[in-house]
């Protein structure tokens, strides 16, 4: 057992592990910080914190929103400012294969809620104190009943999956984009969200508050919901960017 000399003539750790046990102790200046230092403000400790536990201490910012509110522009910024990476919404690959969103079926919404999940697992080992996502499990619910219709068997399949997903979920600050930027069709966007913008934000919205999702809504500009982003991210994370 290793340990700080400040634990030095208190016997806790000879008595927790017992005399078969060695207790060897290392001056406590060489290596100015401790477990309670990192679990009380973990980024402020980063470079003492093994690259193997990190993705359990990487801040995790989700961004919200229907199509076309700059979501992936955000994330794409953000992860530029703070220096870090970030995961891009999974069923863009997907709608692609399928050629277009009106073409996916219900394997798809399935993958999209595995890739997403996964995604986010292994860029969080990599991640530079904060990981920005866009788009997650609910939200995909959310195209599930748009895209499945009356299909009732792979809509609860799918349903299942997502709230699995969901509560398996930890976000320390979640973002939500208003529709108030102009919507640009890349090939992939359905018509009929472009034509109930304001809708579709609300019905996904009623999902967050049913799976008690806390969020912050941003508008604007892009400019300032890049601004806006960043103070939240220094009020309810603690943590600056690096320009």
């Not at 359990?56 to 076309?68: I, P, T």
């Not at 640009?184 to 913008?197: A, C, H, L, P, S």
Request: one cysteine or more.
């Amino acid at each position: 057992m290793f340990c700080g000399t400040d634990y030095l003539g208190t016997g806790r750790f000879e008595a927790l592990y017992g005399p078969e046990s060695q207790v060897i102790y290392f001056d406590r200046s060489e290596v100015p910080v401790c477990s309670t230092d990192i679990c009380a403000w973990a980024l402020g400790h980063w470079d003492y914190i093994p690259s193997v536990c990190r993705d359990y201490y990487a801040r995790r910012v989700l961004v919200l929103g229907s199509e076309s509110t700059g979501k992936s522009t955000l994330v794409r910024n953000l992860a530029l400012a703070y220096n870090t990476n970030y995961v891009s919404e999974a069923g863009r690959d997907t709608c692609d294969y399928a050629g277009g969103e009106d073409l996916m079926i219900a394997e798809d919404l399935y993958e999209n809620l595995l890739r997403q999940k996964i995604n986010v697992m292994d860029a969080a080992r990599h991640s530079n104190h904060i990981l920005f996502v866009d788009t997650d499990a609910v939200t995909t619910l959310f195209y599930s009943y748009f895209l499945l219709g009356e299909n009732q068997r792979e809509l609860e399949v799918c349903t299942k999956l997502a709230e699995a997903i969901h509560e398996t979920d930890r976000w320390d600050l979640v973002l939500f984009l208003k529709p108030d930027v102009e919507f640009i069709q890349d090939g992939t966007r359905n018509e009929k969200i472009r034509q109930d913008r304001e809708g579709c934000s609300l019905r996904i919205k009623e999902l967050l508050d049913r799976y008690r999702v806390e969020y912050h809504c941003i508008g604007g500009t892009y400019l300032d919901r890049f601004n806006r982003a960043k103070e939240l991210i220094q009020e309810k994370i603690g943590l600056a960017t690096i320009w």
